[in-house]
């Protein structure tokens, strides 16, 4: 079974990660099958908007670090960066809007994808944080530079440097989502806000798209491969593996 899936409901293209048993942390497998199901949607001529959202009761616990302990040949974790930020790219760079509805957890690499999104919901019960600093790792999908822009340099530095956890209304103070609804009206609140766009003159759509791709395109490709440099760094390091090992002890 795919960990994410692909459904069409008239003009809106709905890609849902599927992994909620593991709260859907994200794995190697997941970002094949995400990368495929956002193809599939840009492709696609009868979709004009894309819903990102999640199964279960967490939009994304962030990476599956039980993974990245049991082993990452050099190769391997190379390739799963670069599925990492190819997520960030399409979602960002594409040519079709994309709204992302959140719940529950938000977490590491999956706390990039509502800030990358050009519309972004949450339920009341979201919590987000990014937590790699404090294993000595680092971030992606664009947040090293993203968040500055967002919330500002202090901001981004609670958030991203010393972990600070925000919930619904503080992701919407910090103007990280545009809107808050109670956790039943999610999927709800997040079609009506994809069909209302799909209802916009096509030519519309198009051009506030590419006009927002030209103004961030050059300093997002930027950004990702410095992440990219960091994060590669990081994950070869003894220190970062035994922090991670530890954790994962601990938690057992």
């Known amino acids: 079974m795919p960990l ?26 997941l970002l094949g099958d995400l990368i495929d199901a956002l193809d ?5 001529p009868m979709v004009r908007v894309i819903l990102l959202r999640a199964e279960g009761r967490a939009f994304c616990a962030g990476d599956d670090l039980a993974e990245f ?3 990452f040949g050099k190769e391997k974790a190379h390739a799963f960066i670069d599925r990492l930020q190819a997520v960030t ?14 719940q529950g957890a938000v977490v590491g690499g999956g706390a990039a994808w509502p800030v990358n999104a050009d519309v972004a919901i949450a339920a009341d019960d979201t919590i987000l944080f990014c937590p790699e600093a404090a294993f000595g790792l680092f971030p992606t999908g664009g947040m090293s530079m993203l968040l500055d822009e967002r919330c500002g340099p202090a901001r981004a530095t609670d958030i991203l440097w010393l972990g600070e956890r925000l919930d619904a209304h503080s992701l919407l103070r910090e103007k ?7 956790r039943p009206m999610l999927e709800e609140a ?17 051009r506030f798209k590419a006009a927002r791709v030209e103004d961030i395109g050059l300093r997002l490709d930027v950004a990702l491969a410095r992440e990219s440099r960091h994060c590669l760094v990081a994950g070869d390091s003894p220190e970062v593996r ?8 601990g938690g057992r």
Do not use: Q, W
């Open 176 to 182: 990280i989502v545009s809107r808050v609804v109670a």
């Open 69 to 71: 302990i049991e082993g």
């Open 242 to 249: 035994a922090r991670v090992h530890a954790y994962l002890e």
């Open 89 to 102: 790219r399409r979602i960002m760079l594409g040519t079709k809007p994309v709204v992302c509805a959140i």
């Open 40 to 44: 599939r949607a840009a492709d696609d």
């Open 190 to 206: 997040a079609l009506a806000v994809a069909d209302r766009l799909t209802t916009l003159p096509p030519e519309s759509l198009a």
């Open 4 to 29: 994410a899936t692909l459904e069409r409901r008239d003009a809106v293209a709905i890609v849902s990660l599927d992994r909620a048993e593991r709260l859907n942390a994200i794995s190697f497998d």
